[in-house]
């Protein structure tokens, strides 16, 4: 089953601790993507990655590092969280045509105190 | 720079009734348009989705859109609104533009609340 897998689905943290959201996908997906939402405006991509070792800011980038060493996966790092980084954050995929559409996961529900 | 409005954060509809959630874009070239649509506790998943070709569009779970490039338009519509279709549903715009350097370049609308009533 084609599947994006998300961990920890939710979390309370404090200021300043260090964290990390991981994804997973088994779809062989070249294409990863990370976006938050909040009320009212919808999904903003974070960061994005086109294929190993290649990624790219998005529309939100500031506080947040991503990487991607190996096809399948590609976490979030919150080096430093903030409370306005208090979030839903989604993980997605999608083929390497412009046209595919986006699979995404389950999310994660990120408190930041 | 591309954009999409959802002009209505929530739409009410009684069961069985027909309904509609409205979408309009803005690209340079031409649009790639997708529905996503996201229950409660779940992540995003595709309705469907306009890239050329037939206006009409169908999609998962009956629904289906029409692609009106005078009007920008991509309305969301249904002949008869079950209850389990109560769900937030996105919008999405990516210009062709992008599409030959990857899969970046799409834009999200804010979602609309689709309420159906029993």
């Known amino acids: 089953e084609a599947q994006v897998t998300q961990n920890p689905r939710y979390l309370i943290t404090v200021t300043g601790k260090k964290l990390t959201v991981t994804c997973s996908q088994n779809?062989?997906?070249?294409?990863m993507s990370w976006y938050r939402q909040d009320p009212g405006l919808g999904l903003r991509q974070i960061y994005y990655?086109?294929?190993?070792?290649?990624?790219d800011k998005g529309d939100v980038p500031e506080g947040y590092k991503v990487s991607r060493k190996e096809k399948r996966n590609f976490p979030l790092i919150l080096e430093s969280p903030s409370p306005n980084q208090t979030s839903l954050y989604f993980c997605?995929?999608?083929?390497?045509?412009?046209?595919?559409?986006?699979?995404f996961g389950e999310g994660s529900r990120l408190t930041v105190l | 720079a591309q954009s999409v409005a959802q002009p209505e954060d929530q739409v009410n509809v009684a069961e069985g009734n027909p309904l509609t959630v409205k979408c309009t874009y803005s690209?340079?070239?031409?649009?790639?348009l997708f529905w996503y649509v996201q229950y409660p506790n779940r992540g995003l998943q595709f309705l469907l989705k306009?890239?050329?070709?037939?206006?009409l569009v169908k999609g998962s779970y009956g629904f289906e859109a029409e692609f009106n490039k005078s009007q920008t338009s991509f309305h969301l519509k249904k002949p008869s609104a079950l209850v389990s279709d109560s769900a937030l549903y996105f919008c999405?715009?990516?210009?062709?533009?992008?599409?030959?350097?990857?899969?970046?370049?799409?834009?999200f609308g804010k979602g609309t609340h689709l309420i159906i009533q029993p």
């Open positions: 997605a995929t999608q083929s390497g045509s412009g046209t595919g559409e986006l699979f």
């Open positions: 779809m062989n997906h070249e294409y």
């Open positions: 990655s086109m294929n190993v070792e290649v990624t």
């Open positions: 690209v340079s070239g031409n649009p790639y």
């Open positions: 306009y890239i050329t070709g037939d206006n």
């Open positions: 999405a715009v990516r210009d062709h533009m992008y599409s030959g350097g990857g899969a970046d370049g799409l834009t």
